[in-house]
C-alpha cells in the first residue's frame, strides 16, 4: 500500500509534465502529419484529403532531392570536423591548467548567441566587398573570393559557420565524459609506459564510447536541420547549391503556401534521419563498452 501511494504522488507530479509534452509536442506532430495527407493551400480554408500524394510528389521532385543532397553534404561537413574539434578542445581543458574557466567561457558563448545574429555577423567578415577576410586577403595580395556566392565556397562556409558556433556545445558534454574517466586507469597506463597517443586511444577513447554516439547522433540530427544559416546568408542560393530540405520546406509551405506538401518534405526528411540515427546505433563500435 505504501509503495502504491509513493507511485501515485510520483505520477501526480509527472501529470504537468506530460500534460505539457502532449500538447506542444505530440499534437502538432500528430496535425503536422494530418495536413500532410491533405492538399492544403493557406489561403483556402477548406483542405482537400489526397492521401499520400504529397509524399509522392516530393519525392519525384528534382528541387527535393537537390535539397536532400546538399542537406547530407552539409551534415558530412560538420559532424566529423565539428566533432573532432569539440572532442580536441575538451581534451586541451581538461589538462587542469590555469585560466581554462575562461576558455570554456569563451567557447561557449557562440552557442548561446542567436542564429541570426550569429549569420549577419558571418556574412559581414565574409562579404566579398567590405569583408575583413578579403580585406586580409588582399592585404596578403591575394584576391578577393566570394565565399557566398560561389557555388564551390557558398556551402563551405556555412559549414565553417556551423562548426565553430555549435564547437562549443558539444565540448561541454565531451568534457563531461572525460571527468568520468577514472585518472587512477590513465595513471596506470602512464606507470606502464604508455604514451599521451596511447593513453588517449586505449583508455580514453573506448571509455568514452557512449558519449562519442551521443554527440555524434545529436550531431546529425541539429545539422540535418539547418535553416537560418542558408536563410539568411544565401536564401538557397546560388544555383540551390544551398538549397537545404528545412529551408525547401519553408519556400513550399510559406512561400508558395502549400501546407501540405510542406509538411510531407518535413516528414520525409524525419525519416532519412530516422534510418540514419538507427544505423548509427547498429553499425558504429561506439554503443558498447
Not at 121 to 126: A, G, H, N, T
Not at 137 to 162: C, F, H, Q, V
Not at 167 to 175: E, I, K, S
Not at 256 to 274: I, K, P, S, T
Request: aromatic share 16%; charged share 10%.
Amino acid at each position: 500500500m505504501k509503495a502504491w501511494n509513493r507511485n501515485k504522488y510520483a505520477a501526480g507530479f509527472l501529470i504537468p509534465y506530460f500534460s505539457l509534452f502532449a500538447v506542444f509536442v505530440v499534437a502538432p506532430i500528430v496535425y503536422g502529419f494530418f495536413i500532410s495527407l491533405h492538399k492544403w493551400y493557406i489561403l483556402s480554408p477548406h483542405p482537400t484529403f489526397v492521401g499520400f500524394a504529397n509524399y509522392r510528389a516530393a519525392l519525384k521532385d528534382d528541387l527535393f532531392r537537390i535539397a536532400l543532397l546538399r542537406t547530407g553534404y552539409f551534415v558530412l561537413m560538420v559532424v566529423p570536423i565539428g566533432n573532432a574539434l569539440s572532442l580536441l578542445l575538451a581534451v586541451s581543458l581538461n589538462q587542469g591548467y590555469r585560466g581554462t574557466t575562461i576558455y570554456k567561457v569563451c567557447y561557449y558563448l557562440p552557442v548561446l548567441t542567436s542564429v541570426s545574429v550569429v549569420a549577419i555577423v558571418w556574412r559581414w567578415l565574409l562579404s566579398s566587398e567590405f569583408g575583413i577576410v578579403n580585406y586580409y586577403l588582399r592585404l596578403l595580395g591575394l584576391r578577393s573570393i566570394n565565399w557566398l556566392s560561389d557555388t564551390k565556397t557558398a556551402m563551405p562556409s556555412i559549414a565553417l559557420l556551423s562548426i565553430w558556433w555549435g564547437a562549443g556545445g558539444n565540448m561541454l558534454v565531451y568534457l563531461a565524459g572525460l571527468k568520468n574517466i577514472p585518472r587512477e586507469l590513465l595513471e596506470a597506463a602512464e606507470i606502464d609506459g604508455a604514451s599521451p597517443g596511447q593513453r588517449f586511444r586505449s583508455v580514453t577513447i573506448p571509455l568514452l564510447r557512449p558519449t562519442i554516439l551521443f554527440c555524434l547522433v545529436m550531431s546529425v540530427i541539429a545539422s540535418s536541420q539547418v535553416f537560418g544559416q542558408t536563410y539568411i546568408l544565401t536564401g538557397g542560393g546560388p544555383y540551390y547549391s544551398t538549397l537545404t530540405v528545412i529551408l525547401y520546406m519553408y519556400q513550399q509551405g510559406f512561400g508558395l503556401y502549400q501546407l501540405g506538401y510542406g509538411a510531407a518534405v518535413g516528414y520525409l526528411l524525419f525519416a532519412v534521419v530516422l534510418v540514419f540515427t538507427l544505423l548509427q546505433f547498429k553499425l558504429l563500435p561506439f554503443r558498447r563498452l
